[in-house]
C-alpha cells in the first residue's frame, strides 16, 4: 500500500490561522517528517533553557532520528536516556515538569512554563502507563486546584500503521487519551504541520500527547520555514473546498482521504476534507460549519471503528446538525481487531473504501 | 506525596484551619473541594498535592530532584510511602531512575507491617524494603521506626548524603500500624486483638518518646495534659469554622482542567446551569451557584 506524498506537499503553506509570528512564508528546505521534528525540537531547546528531552534511545538521535545531534548541542543533562520503563519516564516527566511551579513562586516571576518532551521512539503500548498519564498528569492541575500543574509535558509517541508492524507497532490508541480531560490529544498529517504543532503543543501550558504518524516519518517530504513557527491548538483546517460531503481525518489517514476525494471528483462528487489536527479539545465549529454547508459527513481513521473518536465526532455532528444531515454519518475505520499483520490490508480503512463511502452516502 | 504524612506539613507550618478546610472540602480548600479528605496540597510549603493512587507520586520525586540538581539548589525532595506501595511498578521505576540520573531524593518507606488486610508475608519474599534499595544500586538505610530519635537522626544522615553527594536514599522504618486503614477497615477481621494490644502497650513510638523526654527533664504529664486539651480546643475550633464555610461555588467544577475553559466545557456549564434552574431542589443548597 502506498500513500501519495507529493500531495501533502501541494498542502503547501502554513494555515493562515498561523498565531505566531509567522506573518509571511519565508522558504524552507524540503525536508521528511522526522527532520522537520528534528526542527521542532531543537527550536525548543534553544529557546528555553529549562526544556529536557529524554526517553528511550532519545540520546543518540532515537530510532526514528527525531532526535538527532540534540544531545551533542545541548548537553546529556538536557538531552538524555532513560532506563526503558514508560512509567518511570512519564512520572519523571511529571515531577520534573511541575517543579516550576515552586521555582516560580520564589523567583515571583513570570517564566514560560518549563517544558518537558518525554520521546517514545516505538510506540506508547504500556498499560503501565496509564496511571502516570491519566490519573496523575491529567488530574494534576484540577485536584491541587491550581496550585500544580506539569502542562510543560508534552509525550510524543509514533502512532499507526506502517506496513509490517503488526499487533504492537501499529495502533492506533488515540482514543483512550481522548476521553481523558486535562490532556490535549494532537496529530499532525505533514512536516509543516508537525514542526507548527509539535512547537505550540511543547508551549501550551497542558499535558500533551503528540501522536506522529509512523508512516509518514521517512516518506512525507514537504517544505518547512526553518524559523520558529507555531500553529494554533483546537483548530481544524479545510484542506480542501468542496460543497457535496465533508470528510474528517487527522495524521496519515488525510493522504489518502485526499486521494479518495480525487477520484470522487472524477466521479462529479465535490468532497470538503477537513484535517481535525488537535483531537481534544477540538474544533467542533469548523466540522459542524461544513456539515451545515454539504449535508453529509464521513469520518475515517484507523483505529477501530468500536468507541473510536469517529464515534464521537458522528454524535455530536448529529446532535448539532440533525435536521440538516441527508443522510446517515459514514465512518470508515479500522476493524474490531488487534491489528494484524498479514491482514494489514483488509483491516486497514483503504482509499477505495473511503471512496465507495463517498459515493453510498451522497448517493443515499 | 502519599496521605499518610500529615506531619510533615504540621512541622513546616500548615495550620489546623488548613487541615480541617481541605477535610471539609469547603471555600478556603486549597484543592477547591475536588478530593477526598486528607489529600492535602501546598504550593507555598512545598507539597505536592496528594493523590489517591498508590506509589505514583515515586517517580515525580526523581523528576523534582532531578530540577533542584539542575538548578544547582541547596536541597533535595523526599517522598513517602509504605510496605504495600514497594510492589508497584512505580516503586521499582522510581528506584532505578534516581540511581541512573543520580537524583537527591530520599525515599522513605514506613514498612508497619499491613497494607489493608495484606501482611507483608504476602507482599513479598525479600529481606524487607532496604535490600530492594541496595539492588538498585541505592545506599539504604534501615531504622527502627518506633524510635523517634533514631528516626530524626536517620533522615538528618540521608538529607546531607543526598545534597551533597548528588544520589538518591533509601531509609525502610519498621515499624507497626496499630489503628485500622481507614474508618471503613475493621482490621481485627485479618488480625489478632493481642498483636494489636501488644505493639500499642509495649512498643508505641509516642510513649517511647515521651518517656525519653520526660527522662531528660523536657517534658512532664502536667505540660502534655496542657498540650493535649490546648490542641484539642484549637481541633474543634477549626472542625467548627470549615464546617460552616460555604462550599467553593459550581465555577470551580470546570475551572483547572486546563488553563482556560475549552468550549465544550463551557457549553456543559451552562446545561448544568439550566438543570440547576429547573431542578433546584436535587442539588446540595451550601454549593453557591
Not at chain 2, 533509601?170 to 515499624?175: F, G, K, V
Request: overall charge neutral; glycine content about 8%; charged content about 25%.
Amino acid at each position: 500500500m502506498s500513500i501519495p506524498m507529493l500531495r501533502l506537499a501541494k498542502w503547501g503553506l502554513i494555515s493562515k490561522r498561523c498565531f505566531s509570528n509567522t506573518t509571511t512564508c519565508e522558504s524552507g528546505k524540503t525536508v521528511n517528517l522526522f527532520s522537520a521534528i528534528n526542527q521542532a525540537l531543537d527550536i525548543a531547546l534553544d529557546t528555553d533553557p529549562r526544556s529536557y528531552i529524554f526517553g528511550e534511545d532519545v540520546s543518540f538521535g532515537g530510532v526514528f532520528r527525531c532526535t538527532s545531534g540534540l544531545a551533542d548541542r545541548y548537553g546529556k543533562h538536557r538531552v538524555f536516556n532513560t532506563p526503558l520503563c514508560e512509567q518511570g519516564i512519564v512520572g519523571f516527566g511529571i515531577g520534573l515538569a511541575a517543579m516550576i511551579c515552586i521555582t516560580d513562586r520564589e523567583t515571583a516571576q513570570l517564566q514560560k512554563s518549563s517544558l518537558q518532551i518525554i520521546s517514545f521512539p516505538l510506540l506508547i503500548r504500556h498499560e503501565s502507563l496509564w496511571s502516570q498519564i491519566v490519573n496523575e498528569a491529567a488530574k494534576f492541575r484540577y485536584r491541587s486546584g491550581n496550585q500544580f500543574n506539569c502542562g510543560g509535558l508534552t509525550i510524543r509517541s509514533p502512532y499507526g500503521a506502517v506496513g509490517h508492524g503488526g499487533h504492537y507497532h501499529s495502533q492506533s490508541p488515540e482514543s483512550f487519551f481522548c476521553h481523558v480531560p486535562g490532556l490535549k490529544v494532537v496529530i499532525p498529517r505533514s512536516p509543516q504541520q508537525a514542526k507548527g504543532l509539535l512547537l505550540s503543543s511543547i508551549r501550551d501550558p497542558n499535558p500533551v500527547i503528540f501522536f506522529e504518524p509512523k508512516w509518514l516519518y521517512r516518506l512525507a517530504v514537504e517544505e518547512v520555514p526553518e524559523h520558529d513557527y507555531m500553529l494554533p491548538l483546537s483548530e481544524a483546517e479545510v484542506i480542501r473546498q468542496g460543497n457535496d460531503i465533508t470528510l474528517v481525518g487527522w495524521g496519515a489517514q488525510l493522504a489518502l482521504m485526499e486521494k479518495a476525494c480525487d477520484d470522487a471528483e472524477k466521479a462529479g462528487i465535490s468532497c470538503e476534507l477537513i484535517d481535525l489536527k488537535t483531537l481534544i479539545p477540538w474544533d467542533k465549529e469548523t466540522v459542524e460549519a461544513s456539515v451545515r454547508k454539504t449535508g453529509k459527513l464521513l469520518v475515517s481513521h484507523e483505529a477501530p471503528v468500536t468507541g473510536g473518536f469517529g464515534a464521537e465526532i458522528s454524535a455530536s455532528i448529529a446532535e448539532r446538525c440533525f435536521s440538516r444531515l441527508e443522510a446517515p454519518v459514514a465512518r470508515i475505520c479500522g476493524l474490531d481487531t488487534p491489528f494484524p499483520l498479514v491482514f494489514e490490508p483488509f483491516y486497514m480503512p483503504t482509499k477505495n473504501k473511503i471512496l465507495d463511502a463517498i459515493k453510498a452516502t451522497v448517493n443515499y | 506525596m502519599q496521605y499518610r504524612e500529615p506531619g510533615v506539613l504540621l512541622w513546616r507550618g500548615f495550620t489546623l484551619q488548613e487541615f480541617a478546610n481541605q477535610c471539609f472540602g469547603n471555600k478556603a480548600d486549597y484543592g477547591k473541594g475536588r478530593q477526598m479528605p486528607i489529600h492535602y496540597g501546598s504550593n507555598k510549603l512545598n507539597y505536592f498535592t496528594v493523590s489517591s493512587t498508590i506509589a505514583t507520586q515515586l517517580p515525580h520525586a526523581v523528576g523534582a530532584a532531578y530540577s533542584l540538581k539542575m538548578d544547582k539548589r541547596d536541597a533535595c525532595t523526599v517522598t513517602y510511602f509504605g510496605d504495600g506501595g514497594t510492589s508497584e511498578g512505580d516503586f521499582h521505576a522510581a528506584l532505578n531512575f534516581a540511581a541512573v540520573m543520580e537524583a537527591p531524593v530520599i525515599f522513605l518507606c514506613r514498612n508497619n507491617g499491613w497494607a489493608i488486610s495484606t501482611p507483608i508475608s504476602e507482599q513479598f519474599r525479600s529481606d524487607g524494603v532496604v535490600v530492594k534499595g541496595q539492588a538498585y544500586g541505592i545506599r539504604s538505610i534501615r531504622v527502627d521506626g518506633n524510635d523517634t530519635l533514631a528516626v530524626y537522626n536517620a533522615v538528618r544522615a540521608a538529607r546531607e548524603m543526598a545534597i551533597n553527594e548528588h544520589r538518591p536514599i533509601l531509609i525502610e522504618a519498621l515499624t507497626y500500624r496499630v489503628g485500622h486503614h481507614s474508618t471503613s477497615d475493621d482490621s481485627t477481621k485479618y488480625r489478632s486483638v493481642d498483636e494489636i494490644e501488644h505493639w500499642r502497650m509495649t512498643r508505641d513510638p509516642v510513649d517511647r518518646f515521651r518517656k525519653w523526654v520526660v527522662n531528660s527533664g523536657l517534658w512532664s504529664n502536667e505540660d502534655e495534659s496542657e498540650l493535649r486539651s490546648d490542641v484539642r480546643k484549637k481541633i474543634l475550633h477549626a472542625i467548627q469554622v470549615a464546617e460552616k464555610l460555604e462550599k467553593p461555588p459550581l465555577a470551580d467544577l470546570f475551572t483547572d482542567v486546563y488553563d482556560r475553559l475549552p468550549e465544550n466545557l463551557c457549553e456543559q456549564e451552562r446545561l448544568v446551569r439550566d438543570t440547576i434552574k429547573k431542578h433546584p431542589q436535587d442539588y446540595p443548597s451550601d454549593v453557591p451557584v
